[in-house]
């Protein structure tokens, strides 16, 4: 099962690693970070509804469970994903990609301090190697830059949150697509309010840009979502988040 589970995180995070040239492409439509990021959960629904039936999955969640949804919906992939493509319009994808892969050595601090995770020396090793790797890609800039090094940042923090409460919470108990459901509905609706509250809706003009839209759903929100939440479950959030690290590579 392990072997499974790093698998389909090594698949999820190489998925996550190509689709940033694809929003270049929409963004060039006039589509703002916010809103590919709403379509992207909101066209993923019906999809992943479909593979919830075609699997047999159970849909009842508790309230505890329900809570942890919202709040790591929110947090770990409304306000994470808007970061992040964010910063893709003032630093180049390829460093805040990788900026954003701070994340693994948050999950760690968080699980250590938080919830007294045993950190072992391999584990170790390899957080040092990765941050020594990152750190390699900080350059000093403008300020445009240094905006775009902190969402890029943040969003790794973020992230990191939303990792350690799938697994923490219980929610890596549901089936993966049925989360990864539950998380589109979240993240769609979180970012309505927000596009609508903000006005900052860009609707595209063309049928084109829905379409490319539709298959940077399906690649991220359907595909690479529901394949992490199998790494999540099998391997647990510090050893998924090592192996995400092919995502910048």
């Given at each position: 099962?392990?072997?499974k589970?790093a ?5 999820s ?7 940033p ?6 963004y ?5 970070s916010s ?6 959960n909101?066209f993923?629904?019906i999809p992943?509804?479909f593979l919830c ?5 159970r ?14 919906g929110i947090?770990?992939?409304?306000i994470?994903?808007?970061m992040?493509y964010?910063?893709y ?5 390829a ?6 892969f701070?994340?693994?050595i948050?999950i ?6 938080f ?5 072992t ?9 990765a941050?020594?790797?990152v750190?390699?890609?900080?350059e000093g800039?403008?300020g445009?830059?240094m ?8 969003s ?6 939303y ?5 923490k919470s219980?929610l ?6 049925v989360?990864t459901?539950?998380f ?11 596009n609508?509250?903000t006005?900052?809706f860009?609707?595209p003009?063309?049928?084109l840009?829905?379409?490319k ?5 399906l690649f991220?929100?359907v ?6 939440q199998?790494?999540i ?6 050893d998924?988040a090592?192996?995400?690290m092919?995502?910048p590579?």
């Open positions: 099962m392990r072997a589970g698998f389909f995180t090594i698949v995070a190489v998925l996550f690693g190509v689709t040239a694809f929003a270049k492409l929409i060039a439509d006039g589509i703002n809103t590919l990021v709403f379509f992207r909101l993923a629904i992943l509804f039936r075609v699997q047999h999955c849909f009842q969640i508790t309230l505890r469970q329900g809570i942890h949804l919202i709040l790591a947090i770990g992939q409304s994470t994903a808007v992040l964010t910063s319009n003032y630093i180049p994808i460093t805040a990609t990788t900026l954003h701070f994340y693994p948050f760690t601090l968080i699980c250590v301090i919830f007294h995770d045993h950190l020396m391999i584990k170790l090793i390899a957080l040092i190697s941050t020594c790797g750190a390699c890609f900080v800039g403008s445009d830059n905006i775009g090094f902190s969402l890029a940042l943040s790794g923090f973020t992230f990191a949150y990792m350690v409460a799938v697994e219980g890596n108990q549901l089936h993966p697509f989360i459901f539950y589109s509905i979240v993240v769609s609706l979180s970012l309505l309010l927000y609508w509250g006005d900052q860009t609707l003009a063309e049928f840009t829905y379409l839209m539709a298959l940077f759903a991220t929100s595909m690479a979502m529901g394949l992490l199998i790494g479950r099998t391997l647990g959030a510090g998924a090592i192996l995400c092919f995502e590579l």
